[in-house]
């Protein structure tokens, strides 16, 4: 076959045209930055080849041109061809650290601490770099907190994404920054997480530009309204006819003869395609239509032979386009491109030169340099297919040695794959996986260790590609990216079968942790329960406790505090028979604070305070600060309000100290609760400030949902029920996305006593009956205490016609019972000066000289509890 030279004088770039809209609304976007100094957002949207990247590309040319002394940033992140959950945000840092692949550890750590240090300046960094080291896959020295959220991947996943915020907003504040990221459709569900809390929460002169194919918006069809305000969406349409004959021309500018019928070929193909334009480009010349004039000249000189265009098979279709590219290739050329496709969208060097080798014996001396047949792979890589823009030779590698070469486009690797037999396919795979297992990179990066177990189970080892994919769920799993570990240990589990059973009880401990963390509870019992199966069958009486505490906390935080009760209590026996102190503490912990859910108050302070000496023997401070807090709340439902501000701002001092922020944001959130019960609610408020103000910062969408309910009922206690009803909704709409049922009765009760205050009564009767359901089906006496206590109070109002005086009384009285029993003193009196004043006030025992009576002595009773509770504890802000 002729070759035709192509790329030995590559074609000129073509003009950007057609898109002179669409760059003004990125030069707007890019003022508003520099002049304000505010964050904008604009995702452009559209289909392959249709210039999104070409787009951005020349905007950011022309941005950094003009953008003076001042300078600005920018910062690339591409999630095409990385299987890791935060690849995206990998590539980005490793651009903005100015980390080579494959670059020495020791280089590259002393690079980024250099770099941090400069940012921060005097402020403390240690923690920052372990954060970011975590995206990187570069390890850093742990600190107290590091080393504390092992223990706690929710919580570490929420500081990383604080860190990751907090050092953007540092680096933007010398200059303004402009972050690109490219294939978005193609990012892991934990980079997108991510990058939506970026995108609602940052806060500097930051430019974020996002690409993406269509199919964003079918994954996330609210994309466009995440941090709408300063958000737009660019959809990039196809060229019209003008613009798309214009860049046609400018490709086809070297040829020496008129070229218009080559502009209506490729125009009548590409439809607008910009892409598809470049591509017509090739098949001219892969055809013989185009004829390089002189393949040494400086700039191509091309002549048209437009007899060959009116024989040449051109496409109708992109498969006839990529088919003509593929019947271009010589037998060599094709047979490296299939191992290359085998490898994947990305490949390399070493790889392929594996993949010649694999049915020759060594020779008899191995010379040291390079052989015949490796620079035979790189005369066709660089010499022929490079040049032919089959593929791209990427500026680092992630292997150290070796180089590292994608596919240009996607489309042709698939069809080169497709064309191999399942024989051949096997044995590439066994290949890859044998080459990749000697590879340094893959045993510290998630992404490559599972591409390992993909290539050792396409070439039919199952097992040993199931050990894979639980490694990797295990690398994914300390890095907080819970959804990408649940699918690493989904796969691993069922790959692995019944084999390696103590790796088979880790993983199943590690996969329920994270489904739980994803709100996958049923799934996670599931793990949970079959760890304890392989535990109570080999007798090893620490997982099976493990796992029965597990399924124990589970069931508390779904409301079935009775199978809660049985789980924990059983754990607390195993850990107890294997001797296994720390898990001894933590379920005596766990115990108390089922008892606080029941309103057992006096048994749970003794489980809490038992706890906690056994954890303060142990010496774990986030663990004490953990137990200090759980006492805390205990001791202010039970009404000692001075015992309970001692032990909250004892937790408080030691989360600050280590770090803990979303312990910090528990516990001001707590003292914010004890300032309004005592109703200091200026303060309160303060202190809800301040809890929400770190919870946003760390992207704790579930406390911060309980932190709403708790300023909306602060606002509804001062009468401002329009102020109420708004915080409260806001509330509401977080627990039921979230799915947690205790949090949307809180704020569904709070909506009802804001609607009754406004006076209206229907909606605030809906709320309250839906939140008693709610109540009751979680089983919490002292919630369904409060509600019934509201929906006294709604039905006194009138909210269910004449018949509500008995149905009220009826409510009351059952409040009543439930805080008797549990021992909730301030409830109580909250409930009896409610009721009090229902049957003072109420028509219908105006007369009733023994209502009245009984109204009284609840008043005195309700007069002497607040009396008793009333402390003169120090300032709740201390």
């Not at 109708?316 to 050329?333: F, G, H, M, S």
């Not at 994947?344 to 020759?360: I, K, P, T």
């Not at 509401?732 to 006593?753: F, P, V, W, Y």
Request: a negative charge; proline letters at 3%; glycine letters at 8%.
């Amino acid at each position: 076959m002729e070759k035709t030279g192509f790329g030995a004088a590559q074609h000129a770039r073509p003009p950007l045209v057609g898109r002179e809209e669409e760059l003004a609304l990125l030069r707007q976007a890019l003022a508003d930055v520099q002049a304000k100094g505010v964050v904008r957002i604009v995702t452009v949207l559209g289909p392959a080849g249709i210039g999104k990247t070409r787009l951005l590309q020349d905007f950011i040319v022309e941005a950094r041109a003009g953008a003076g002394e001042a300078g600005l940033k920018v910062f690339r992140g591409s999630a095409r061809d990385t299987a890791g959950s935060y690849g995206l945000f990998a590539r980005l840092l490793r651009g903005r650290f100015g980390l080579a692949e494959g670059m020495p550890e020791d280089a590259a750590r002393a690079q980024v601490r250099a770099e941090v240090a400069k940012v921060l300046e005097d402020r403390k960094v240690g923690d920052v770099l372990y954060f970011l080291g975590q995206f990187l896959d570069l390890p850093f020295e742990q600190s107290p907190l590091t080393r504390a959220l092992r223990d706690d991947p929710q919580q570490g996943e929420l500081l990383r994404r604080a860190v990751f915020k907090v050092f953007i907003e540092a680096d933007a504040a010398r200059a303004p920054i402009a972050l690109v990221l490219d294939d978005l459709h193609q990012a892991h569900d934990d980079s997108l997480a991510l990058l939506r809390y970026l995108l609602e929460y940052l806060q500097a002169p930051v430019l974020i530009l996002c690409a993406a194919r269509d199919e964003l918006i079918a994954r996330y069809e609210d994309w466009d309204r995440v941090a709408e305000e300063r958000h737009q969406l660019l959809e990039l349409r196809a060229l019209d006819d003008a613009s798309a004959a214009a860049m046609m021309q400018a490709l086809l500018r070297p040829c020496v003869k008129p070229v218009g019928p080559l502009v209506e070929a490729a125009t009548s193909f590409a439809g607008g395609n910009p892409a598809l334009l470049e591509q017509m480009l090739r098949i001219f010349l892969d055809t013989g239509v185009l004829r390089d004039l002189d393949a040494l000249a400086p700039t191509p000189r091309w002549d048209v032979d437009l007899a060959k265009l009116s024989t040449a098979r051109l496409p109708l279709t992109i498969d006839d386009a990529v088919n003509a590219r593929i019947a271009a290739l010589e037998p060599e050329e094709k047979a490296l491109l299939e191992f290359a496709s085998a490898m994947g969208s990305v490949f390399w060097r070493g790889g392929l030169v594996a993949l010649q080798r694999a049915d020759q014996q060594a020779p008899e001396f191995w010379n040291a340099s390079e052989g015949q047949d490796e620079g035979r792979v790189d005369e066709i890589l660089l010499g022929e297919l490079m040049e032919r823009d089959y593929i791209l030779r990427l500026p680092d590698s992630t292997f150290v040695g070796t180089e590292e070469y994608i596919f240009k486009h996607n489309k042709e690797r698939e069809a080169i794959y497709l064309r191999m037999s399942t024989t051949q396919k096997r044995r590439c795979h066994r290949v890859i996986a044998d080459w990749l297992e000697q590879q340094s990179g893959t045993y510290s990066n998630e992404e490559y260790m599972a591409m390992h177990g993909r290539h050792r189970e396409e070439a039919g080892d199952s097992f040993e590609a199931g050990l894979a994919f639980l490694r990797a769920g295990d690398m994914a799993r300390s890095r907080y990216a819970n959804t990408r570990a649940s699918e690493y240990y989904e796969r691993g589990l069922e790959l692995c079968d019944d084999g390696a059973v103590s790796q088979r009880i880790e993983a199943l401990h590690n996969y329920g942790d994270v489904l739980q963390l994803t709100g996958r509870v049923d799934d996670a019992l599931a793990a949970f329960g079959e760890m304890l199966t392989l535990a109570y069958r080999l007798d090893l009486k620490r997982k099976g406790g493990a796992a029965h505490n597990r399924i124990g906390r589970l069931y508390r935080e779904i409301g079935s505090l009775e199978e809660a009760g049985h789980h924990l209590t059983t754990a607390l026996a195993l850990f107890q028979a294997a001797g296994d102190e720390r898990g001894v503490a933590s379920t005596i912990d766990d115990i108390g604070k089922l008892h606080w859910l029941k309103g057992e108050y006096d048994v749970a302070l003794g489980e809490l305070s038992e706890g906690l000496r056994r954890r303060q023997a142990l010496g774990d401070r986030r663990s004490i600060a953990l137990s200090l807090n759980n006492v805390g709340l205990v001791l202010q439902d039970s009404g000692d309000f001075k015992a309970a501000l001692e032990r909250f701002h004892e937790a408080l001092q030691i989360r600050r100290e280590i770090g803990d922020l979303v312990g910090v944001v528990i516990t001001l959130n707590n003292l914010g609760t004890v300032a309004r019960d005592q109703q200091s609610y200026a303060p309160a408020l303060e202190l809800f400030k301040e809890a929400e103000e770190v919870a946003r910062e760390i992207g704790d969408r579930n406390r911060l949902a309980l932190i709403l309910t708790n300023v909306g009922e602060t606002y509804e206690t001062l009468g401002q029920p329009e102020q109420a009803i708004e915080v409260l909704r806001q509330a509401e709409e977080l627990c039921d996305e979230l799915g947690d049922k205790l949090g949307l009765a809180e704020a569904l009760r709070g909506l009802g006593k804001a609607f009754m205050l406004k006076g209206d009564l229907v909606r605030a009767r809906d709320c309250i009956g839906r939140a008693v359901d709610l109540f009751a089906s979680v089983r919490s006496k002292v919630h369904l205490g409060s509600a019934l206590r509201t929906l006294g109070e709604i039905t006194a109002a009138g909210g269910w016609g004449a018949a509500h005086t008995k149905s009220a009384r009826e409510y009351f009285a059952r409040s009543v019972a439930i805080f008797e029993q549990t021992g909730n003193e301030l409830e109580l009196g909250r409930t009896l000066q409610v009721y009090a004043r229902f049957l003072l006030t109420e028509r219908d025992f105006a007369e009733d000289d023994g209502a009245r009576a009984e109204a009284e002595q609840m008043q005195a009773r309700a007069e002497r509890i607040f009396a008793k509770l009333k402390t003169s504890a120090p300032d709740v802000r201390r």
